[in-house]
């Protein structure tokens, strides 16, 4: 088995996954009310790990998932099973995975995706798991996986960091780094500043700190903030990346899926009455709420959405 063909796998067997967990949630996770900021989203990734484990092993594939015995951005790696696994030089390793989880009953979640793309590889995964909190019978209530996102997790950073750019963000280099680094041993480079140029992340230059209290901003790659356009140039680069990543054009349309206002304020009202037009609607509304609600509920509008607006 490779890298390949083991993430295959992998992706395949990860809705099953989400499955087992939700009749988990059920049958043990049960509860009166259920609370938003209740750490519940942690425990569902870690369920994740196990219950692909569980489906693994049963199936006699030659692979697992392993945590990471540090802190470290990455919380499982897909390793060979049975066979020597070193986490620094990754040998033994088929690929990373980072698992998110977003609660649909949070006002914005908290949730980032800020690996720079110096530190991914081509077959690590971003694993993003939507839940919420699901009524079992008269009296309780279980988190539920309602949806969720797998996919490499280099195609999101490439969308993530133009989207960046064209926002007025930047990007250190070591030949220009704030801090005056020595260019061959700069440890910022790739670092993301603000439009401010304020860093994102706390790893980046000790002089663009935000301010003596406040290390750094935290905007970069907020799972559904980076998706945000706020100019004509901002807009168009999403759509053009759009069309030309499959791995964005998935992101996206999961993104919006979940959080369809973001989707609406993406489009102007004229862009959704063509699209409307293009569906072959006779009677089609003149408010935009309307017009959002009628064509996203006709099947593969989120196809005519990157397709026919540029």
Not at 169 to 191: I, K, M, R, W, Y
Request: charged share 25%; with cysteine; glycine share 6%.
């Amino acid at each position: 088995m490779n890298s390949n063909e083991a993430y295959e796998i992998i992706k395949n067997t990860s809705n099953l996954a989400c499955e087992k967990m939700n009749d988990f949630s059920k049958s043990i996770l049960r509860t009166r009310g259920g609370r938003i900021g209740s750490g519940m989203g942690s425990l569902l990734e870690a369920l994740w790990g196990y219950m692909m484990n569980q489906i693994l092993e049963s199936k006699g594939i030659d692979c697992e998932i392993a945590w990471f015995p540090d802190n470290q951005y990455n919380d499982f790696s897909c390793i060979k099973r049975n066979v020597k696994w070193d986490e620094t030089t990754r040998e033994g390793e088929f690929f990373r995975i980072e698992v998110k989880s977003m609660n649909t009953g949070a006002d914005e979640s908290k949730a980032h995706f800020s690996a720079l793309k110096k530190e991914l590889e081509e077959n690590d995964v971003l694993l993003i798991l939507i839940w919420e909190w699901q009524q079992v019978d008269d009296f309780h209530f279980s988190p539920i996986v309602v949806d969720s996102f797998f996919n490499r997790a280099l195609g999101v950073a490439a969308l993530r960091d133009a989207l960046h750019i064209a926002r007025g963000g930047t990007f250190v280099t070591a030949n220009s780094c704030p801090d005056n680094c020595n260019p061959s041993e700069c440890p910022h480079d790739g670092e993301p500043l603000n439009d401010s140029g304020k860093r994102e992340r706390l790893s980046g230059p000790e002089s663009t700190r935000v301010s003596s209290k406040v290390s750094y901003a935290q905007n970069f790659g907020g799972l559904v903030r980076m998706l945000k356009t706020n100019n004509s140039k901002a807009r168009s680069v999403f759509r053009k990346i759009r069309k030309e990543n499959p791995v964005a054009d998935h992101y996206i349309s999961f993104i919006h899926r979940n959080y369809p206002n973001e989707e609406k304020n993406q489009y102007t009202k004229d862009e959704l009455y063509k699209i409307a037009k293009a569906q072959g609607h006779a009677a089609i509304p003149s408010n935009k709420d309307s017009l959002y609600n009628l064509i996203s509920s006709t099947k593969d509008y989120q196809k005519l959405l990157r397709d026919l607006l540029s």
